[in-house]
């Protein structure tokens, strides 16, 4: 009997593992559900830690309203195939029930708004815990994170009360009012999540592979796909390229790169070969300040 | 940027599996620096990572990369100059996948070192070639053996701060035999390095010819880590009740949960503790497909021949393996993570797998002296206190001495207020005929 085991094998074990405590230890999780690679890979291990049953919790989007049509009809596409429950709240809603200032300037970015909505669904519903698909790897702020992850009242994290995190036995017992979020797969890379998409042949929206698109270019040498949500002046230089989104965030605020790369495969080459990080490549949010993404966290952001 | 080149590298695929490891050492020795080396000679450090690097090491007097600015963190840290916590780094070469986790060296470093290497395969021990062997030494070393890591690597660093002599090394790894046989701790590696230079992090060092081993990295490749929980007894706990109650699937009732050790097939005679009931396995599925067998750790789905509804928490073992310990009273070594002592009397929420029972503390037998390694008598444990105690349960947990099985060994206490985990526990070897006792209800 071949027992073999590999480091994909481990990675997704653990990730399983992980969902199934969120399962066994909280009463109302939810899967927040952003239509990217690393919640689609979520969804996938979900169905292998819950299948035949249904999943014990509903999927949740974020809508900024800023997301590109193609992730949106995909993630449609996914629940029903799914059977699952998906609940949708838009951050446009909360601009108004709040009455907030939406973005402004030529990128308005809704990355910080979306941390209000995310605090009113978890409200609405009562969510004890929040499944979501960040991973250490992806920042430096992000190499300290628990898997299970602590916030209070306010959505806040703080650095100083997070709990030691030992072997593979996780700690949800909380507070009334204090929520959990899990990262089921912390421990996986960039690259990792390429390899298992590939192995697992799962299927992804449209945008994460080449396709021309016509994008404005950013001072700083970023490529911005051209949608309704930015404001183009004459002195913008715009151009149709060959690319591909390595994420597919706000569309305000999510670079796209050139790249021909067509097939799964052609990005694990990609991805070796250009050896640009994830957000670097990509967030222009994350550039403004080396501690952007702290403070995002520490105000409630996923 | 002049003279920085990037590396470039295209391996991938291939990779087998996955190491897990801890670096250790005192303030200073070179940790930051080490990891750093290891992330940037195995080219695992993204172009514009190196940038940031670049633009931040500027304002150096010698303008050298600062290598270990890639293994901080968080800006309270920048801030204070130190690292507070554990931070996890990833990497890997054609061999394996790598995840670092990096616990800092100051006075929380007991608790953070222990939550590090519960889940490490190899310790890094760094000494510094100018101090050798120090108090802070002994204490790495004793959380290594607490907590029951496999492998240990002593990597002397700095030896161009001692002209590379081979005699600074080997009196150094001669007194470090000493304290690894008091602490019983077996496979230790030692190696000399430059993490600053380079000299055998990655690259074998032209300046240490006297040194024919392997480099660090090779070692890291290669070194067997202990996977072989198959060859353990099977051990296995419910942590969730898959119950579809759909036309399809209407009598379907599966136990979900990991194979923590050993194996299961189809057909075997099992027990359910602490219940003490007998019964048969009737399928497995391992991702939704039924097996015949299943290993360690496959995430599983067990079904049983007779109707039993077992909840979360149950223990399924196979009845021709030697069984666990079942019982309310234990003793276990503990390292104490919280500020607010622990007394006699107190109780705690005590998470095991997913099991979680109320607990007393019923006794402090002794806490250990993290340098010398005596038993002292103590009325109470403070924060990173490392100590033997005996507790009760309220009702019966079924376990393995931690020495024997790590995954079924070790647990935390949870403050009951607050929820934060304040304990890991390493349980020892107890009582085993309580099974027999069918008083206990599922
Ligand atoms: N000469 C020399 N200096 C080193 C070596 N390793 C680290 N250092 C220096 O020692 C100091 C402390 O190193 P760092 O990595 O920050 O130590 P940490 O506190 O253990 O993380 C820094 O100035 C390093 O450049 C080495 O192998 N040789």
């Known amino acids: ?302 | 940027m002049a003279g920085l080149k990037f590396p470039h590298s295209t391996h991938n695929t291939l990779i087998m599996n996955i190491l897990k490891f801890i670096t250790a050492g005192s303030v200073d020795d070179g940790k930051s620096t080490l990891i750093g080396r290891l992330l940037f000679d195995s080219k695992a450090v993204s172009h514009d990572i190196l940038h940031t690097l670049e633009r931040q090491s500027r304002n150096k007097p010698d303008g050298v990369l600062d290598l270990s600015l890639l293994t901080d963190g968080l800006r309270a840290e920048r801030e204070q100059g130190i690292t507070i916590d554990v931070a996890y780094k990833y990497f890997n070469t054609p061999r394996r996948k790598f995840i670092i986790a990096d616990a800092p060296g100051h006075v929380q470093y007991t608790r953070n070192m222990v939550t590090g290497a519960s889940n490490a395969d190899l310790a890094i021990i760094l000494v510094d070639a100018r101090q050798g062997v120090v108090e802070q030494t002994h204490r790495h070393s004793l959380v290594a053996s607490l907590m029951g890591i496999p492998q240990i690597v002593v990597a002397v660093n700095k030896m161009d701060l001692v002209e590379y002599d081979e005699k600074v090394f080997y009196h150094i790894a001669a007194e470090y035999q000493k304290l690894a046989q008091k602490l019983d701790l077996k496979d230790v590696k030692f190696i000399p390095i430059s993490a600053y230079v380079g000299d055998n992090v990655v690259k074998p060092s032209k300046n240490m010819a006297w040194y024919s081993g392997e480099t660090l990295l090779d070692y890291l490749e290669t070194v067997t880590v202990n996977q072989n929980w198959p060859q353990y007894d099977a051990r296995f706990q419910v942590q969730y009740v898959i119950r579809p109650r759909t036309e399809a699937f209407h009598d379907y009732r599966g136990y979900a949960g990991a194979l923590r050790s050993g194996t299961f097939k189809k057909g075997d005679r099992v027990r359910v503790l602490p219940a003490g009931i007998e019964t048969t396995l009737k399928s497995i599925e391992v991702h939704q497909k039924e097996v015949e067998e299943a290993f360690a750790p496959q995430p599983v789905v067990l079904h049983l021949e007779d109707d039993i509804d077992l909840s979360r928490g149950a223990s399924l073992v196979k009845i021709n393996e030697l069984q666990p310990s079942v019982t309310q009273n234990i003793e276990l070594d503990v390292c104490w993570m919280s500020e607010r002592p622990l007394k006699p009397g107190d109780r705690y929420l005590l998470r095991h797998n997913t099991t979680t029972v109320k607990a007393i503390v019923k006794e402090i037998l002794y806490r250990v002296d993290i340098h010398t390694f005596e038993h002292q008598s103590t009325d109470q444990l403070a924060l990173n206190d490392i100590a033997r105690i005996r507790l009760r349960t309220a009702l019966p947990l079924v376990f393995d001495a931690y020495k024997q099985n790590r995954a079924s060994g070790s647990l935390i206490l949870i403050n009951e207020n607050t929820f934060d985990t304040v304990a890991a526990g390493m349980l020892l070897e107890a009582q085993k005929e309580a099974y027999l006792v069918s008083e206990f209800a599922i």
């Not at chain 1, 299970?148 to 030691?164: A, L, M, V």
């Not at chain 1, 998409?197 to 396709?211: A, V």
């Open chain 1, 1 to 302: 009997m071949s027992r073999s085991f590999d480091y994909l094998d481990h990675l997704e074990a653990q990730s399983i593992h992980i969902l199934r405590e969120v399962a066994g230890q909280f009463e109302r999780p939810a899967l927040l559900f952003s239509g990217g690679k690393d919640s689609i890979t979520l969804v996938k291990l979900a169905e292998k830690a819950f299948r035949p049953g249904k999943f014990p919790f509903p999927l949740v989007h974020i809508d900024t309203g800023h997301n590109f049509p193609e992730v949106i009809a995909f993630r449609d596409k996914l629940a029903a195939q799914l059977g699952e429950k998906l609940i949708v709240r838009k951050v446009e809603d909360t601009i108004l029930r709040q009455g907030l200032k939406d973005g402004t300037g030529k990128y308005p970015s809704r990355n910080a708004l979306q941390t209000n909505t995310l605090l009113e669904v978890i409200e609405e519903f009562e969510f004890d815990a929040c499944i979501g698909g960040a991973r250490r790897d992806e920042e430096k702020a992000r190499a300290k994170e628990r898997i299970f992850s602590i916030r209070d009242e306010f959505g806040s994290w703080d650095p100083k009360r997070q709990r030691p995190e030992l072997w593979d036995t996780y700690n949800g017992a909380i507070r009334k009012g204090e929520n959990v979020r899990v990262f089921p797969i912390s421990n996986w890379t960039e690259l990792d999540v390429w390899n298992y998409i590939q192995r697992e042949k799962i299927e992804l929206p449209d945008i994460y592979f080449s396709h021309s698109r016509n994008c404005v270019v950013t001072p700083g040498g970023q490529l911005l796909a051209i949608t309704p949500h930015i404001r183009l002046d004459s002195e913008d230089i715009t151009s149709v390229r060959e690319v591909r989104f390595r994420t597919v965030g706000d569309a305000t605020c999510t670079a796209a790169v050139e790249s021909l790369a067509s097939t799964v495969e052609d990005i694990i080459q990609d991805i070796l070969t250009t050896k640009i990080s994830e957000r670097g490549a990509t967030r222009l949010d994350d550039r403004l300040s080396e501690a952007a993404m702290e403070d995002r966290k520490k105000n409630g952001y996923f």
